[in-house]
């Protein structure tokens, strides 16, 4: 019944840190925004950072690998960035997923510290799909022209033959799913929910003073470009409670 509903609704997420691992436009956002609906994540994503951090790819690295904004150098900057916030939102007490590539072995070492030392579980969204399915996707992608993303097939098939394969030891932290499928979504939020627990209801969650904590620990955490925004709301004996809040914004400055 509604009752029920709202009481499950009203509960506070646990703290967790998810990061997707995947080549562009495989569904990684899918997979992180399904996180961010189902269980309250708090969504970093590296697209957005890295052109915080370094504006626009410049139009004669379009196209390139490894080049402009994401150079080396570029990323491992960006990846830092990352994990500094997640480190921050884990420490105010909200769970967080990356949606970012993860495709070298050490960029998923330093995320898995970062949960080691905020003391919070860890999991690998290994997100998988069929090249066909990827360079459709892409397709799409491109033709909207809305996505804040600039590779391109080149571009996917090089991550394809450089990436680094998990190791037997994150595949154990891993978790395989098909951003495309309802199920394997449906099926990883059940298998997170199982192994969380599930903490109080919350009855003294006032909104307006959750809406000020959160605006000022992001601006703190990014000045003038952090931005909050509700996914989801419930009532809980009268009060509001924010569930989910994703970290949002259009480019540098906003």
């Known amino acids: 019944n509604y009752a029920n ?12 840190l998810a990061v997707t691992h995947g080549v562009s436009a495989v569904g990684k956002s899918q997979v992180a925004m399904r996180l961010v609906e189902a269980l309250g994540a708090v969504r970093l994503r590296s ?5 915080r951090l370094f504006g626009e790819q410049p139009e004669h690295d379009r196209g390139q690998f490894a080049a402009g904004i994401y150079s080396s150098q570029a990323s491992e900057a960006t990846y830092a960035h990352l994990h500094q916030l997640a480190a921050k939102i884990l420490q105010a007490g909200y769970p967080v997923v990356i949606d970012a590539a993860y495709l070298k072995q050490s960029q998923r070492q330093a995320a898995c510290h970062i949960a080691e030392e905020t003391g919070v579980p860890f999991l690998i969204l290994d997100c998988q799909a069929p090249e066909a399915v990827i360079a ?23 991550q394809q033959a450089t990436r680094e394969p998990l190791t037997a ?3 154990v932290q891993s978790k395989r799913v098909d951003p495309h499928d309802a199920a394997s ?3 990883l939020v059940d298998g997170i929910r199982q192994r969380l627990p599930v903490l109080p209801r919350a009855d003294h969650f006032d ?3 959750h809406f000020t904590f959160i605006a000022h620990q992001q601006g703190n955490i990014v000045p003038a470009v ?12 009268g009060r509001f409670s924010l ?3 994703n970290y949002l914004g259009k480019g540098r400055g906003g």
Do not use: N
């Open 47 to 51: 697209d957005i950072e890295r052109k």
């Open 207 to 209: 909104i307006a003073a």
């Open 5 to 16: 509903l709202a009481e499950s609704y009203s509960a506070i997420p646990s703290r967790f």
């Open 169 to 171: 030891a994150e595949t």
């Open 226 to 237: 952090a931005q909050v925004k509700p996914q989801r709301m419930a009532v809980s004996e």
């Open 243 to 245: 569930l989910a809040v």
């Open 185 to 187: 979504l449906d099926g």
């Open 136 to 158: 459709g996707w892409l397709a799409q992608r491109q033709a909207e022209g809305k996505d804040p993303s600039d590779a391109t097939l080149d571009v996917i098939r090089t």
